[in-house]
C-alpha cells in the first residue's frame, strides 16, 4: 500500500462522491491530506505561468457566489463525515489557497512524501474540468496518481436536483457532514448563490 495522498477540492459541500473518493484512495494509500482550495487574497510575484489557468479558475470556479462556505466550515462538515465514517485517524483536512498562490507548494508536500491524487475523468466532466486538470497537472509540476470511484455526482448536478427534482440535500451529503450543513443553514446559503 502506498504511503501518503494529497487532493485538492472546493468541496462546497462535501458529498457522497467526493466521500466515495476518499474510500477510493484509502484502498491504494494508507493516508489522505484533503485539501480545501478557497479564494484568498492574491499575493504578488506570482508565476505567470499561471495567468491563463486563474484567469479561467476565477470565472469558473470562484465566481461570485460559487462557494457560500468558508475553509473552516467545510473543514467542519468534513471532520464531521470522517468522524462519523471512522476514517479520521488516516485523513487530515487542511484549507489551502489556490496552488498557483503558494510558490513553496511542492516543498510543503514533496512529491517524494506525497501522491498528487486527481479523479480520472469521465463523460460527465465539463469542458472546464477537462482544461482543468491537464492545465493544472502541468502546471504542478509533478506527477499525478489518478483514481476511479465508484460514482461522480458534480455539486452543480446534485444542486439542480435538489431545486428541480425537489431531492433532499440529505440524500447527497454524508452523515455527519448533513448535520453540520444544516447547522450552519446550508440549504438557504446555496439557495442564494
Known amino acids: 500500500m502506498k504511503q501518503h495522498?494529497?487532493?485538492?477540492?472546493?468541496f462546497q459541500p462535501p458529498t457522497i462522491a467526493h466521500l466515495a473518493t476518499v474510500k477510493t484512495i484509502l484502498n491504494e494509500w494508507k493516508r489522505l491530506t484533503i485539501g480545501i482550495?478557497?479564494?484568498?487574497?492574491?499575493?504578488?510575484?506570482?508565476?505567470?505561468?499561471?495567468?491563463?489557468?486563474?484567469r479561467r479558475t476565477s470565472e469558473v470556479s470562484f465566481s461570485a457566489g460559487k462557494n457560500p462556505f468558508t475553509p473552516d466550515e467545510v473543514s467542519r462538515m468534513w471532520t464531521a463525515c470522517l468522524v462519523e465514517q471512522r476514517l479520521k485517524s488516516r485523513v487530515a483536512v487542511i484549507p489551502l489557497p489556490q496552488v498557483?498562490?503558494?510558490?513553496d507548494f511542492n516543498r510543503k508536500f514533496p512529491p517524494s512524501k506525497f501522491?498528487?491524487?486527481?479523479?480520472?475523468?469521465?463523460?460527465?466532466?465539463?469542458?472546464?474540468?477537462?482544461?482543468?486538470?491537464?492545465?493544472?497537472?502541468?502546471l504542478v509540476g509533478r506527477p499525478v496518481s489518478y483514481i476511479s470511484p465508484p460514482f461522480k455526482l458534480h455539486n452543480a448536478e446534485i444542486r439542480k436536483l435538489v431545486r428541480d427534482e425537489r431531492r433532499e440535500w440529505r440524500e447527497?451529503?454524508?452523515?455527519?457532514?448533513?448535520?453540520?450543513?444544516?447547522e450552519i443553514d446550508g440549504p438557504r446559503r446555496i439557495a442564494g448563490e
Open 172 to 182: 447527497f451529503i454524508p452523515q455527519g457532514a448533513y448535520e453540520i450543513f444544516v
Open 100 to 103: 498557483a498562490y503558494q510558490p
Open 5 to 10: 495522498s494529497l487532493w485538492l477540492g472546493r
Open 115 to 138: 501522491d498528487f491524487v486527481e479523479v480520472r475523468l469521465v463523460g460527465s466532466d465539463t469542458e472546464f474540468d477537462r482544461d482543468r486538470q491537464v492545465a493544472f497537472s502541468h
Open 37 to 54: 482550495v478557497h479564494a484568498s487574497s492574491r499575493p504578488g510575484g506570482i508565476d505567470p505561468k499561471w495567468e491563463p489557468f486563474l
